[in-house]
């Protein structure tokens, strides 16, 4: 089977910087994702590992372990605006584009 | 330049019925994607199409169906509908499939069984 496995939930002040975490065990891996999706709204894509270490993306960035089969996401220098649900998700070398969701980080940034 | 764009927004439809779902992608995209979202929940995928073809598909039961026209656009098709079956139903387009490029997704369409 393959799972993702994110935390529920995560609250932090503006400002602030916040690690959002991502375990998976899939049955093939490409690469790993990072997607924001507000409230009503639709995910967007912020990032993108297919090799270890870090990327950074403005106040953004993402880890990729392989190894581990860990990944987080980084936010910096937290705004209000930032409070959505993260999604991690694998994407499978299977010649087609799947993605394997996790079940979603919630973030409330409070001022 | 247009995004994603999906068609209804929101629907309501009773048990039992059918519905179609539309999706246009990203201009010069040729592949498009289907998936679920129940709230709470990250998206499951259902489909992707390329080039006409299905190319994938998720653990979805057979009422789900779907099929991509010449110029790229796309219908899911879902017959039977159950309660269950209400979500968030998301389109992505990309360029082509295996690239692992990001996924560009639509507003989505809300439909509410009843």
């Known amino acids: 089977g393959q799972s993702l496995e994110q935390p529920s939930e995560v609250t932090a002040v503006e400002g602030a910087i916040v690690q959002i975490n991502c375990t998976y065990q899939?049955?093939?891996?490409?690469?790993l994702s990072w997607y924001q999706q507000h409230d009503g709204g639709a995910p967007t894509f912020l990032s993108y590992?297919?090799?270890?270490g870090l990327e950074e993306t403005g106040r953004f960035s993402s880890f990729l372990s392989r190894s581990d089969s860990y990944g987080y996401l980084l936010l910096q220098e937290l705004q209000m605006k930032d409070s959505a649900s993260y999604f991690c998700a694998v994407s499978s070398n299977t010649g087609f584009q799947k993605l394997v969701f996790g079940t979603g980080t919630r973030l409330l940034v409070s001022p | 330049d247009a995004g994603v764009t999906q068609s209804p927004t929101h629907l309501i439809k009773t048990r039992g019925q059918h519905v179609t779902l539309r999706c246009s992608p990203i201009?010069?995209?040729?592949?498009v994607s289907w998936y679920q979202q129940v709230l709470g929940q990250g998206p499951q995928f259902i489909f992707q199409y390329y080039e006409k073809e299905e190319r994938g598909r998720g653990n979805f039961p057979d009422r789900f169906s779907a099929r991509q026209f010449p110029n790229y656009s796309s219908e899911l098709n879902v017959n039977a509908l159950l309660l269950g079956d209400s979500a968030l139903y998301l389109c992505a387009s990309n360029l082509a499939p295996g690239e692992n490029t990001e996924a560009f997704f639509g507003q989505g369409t809300r439909l509410t069984v009843v």
């Open positions: 201009s010069g995209h040729k592949s």
């Open positions: 899939t049955s093939g891996f490409y690469g």
């Open positions: 590992n297919a090799l270890d």
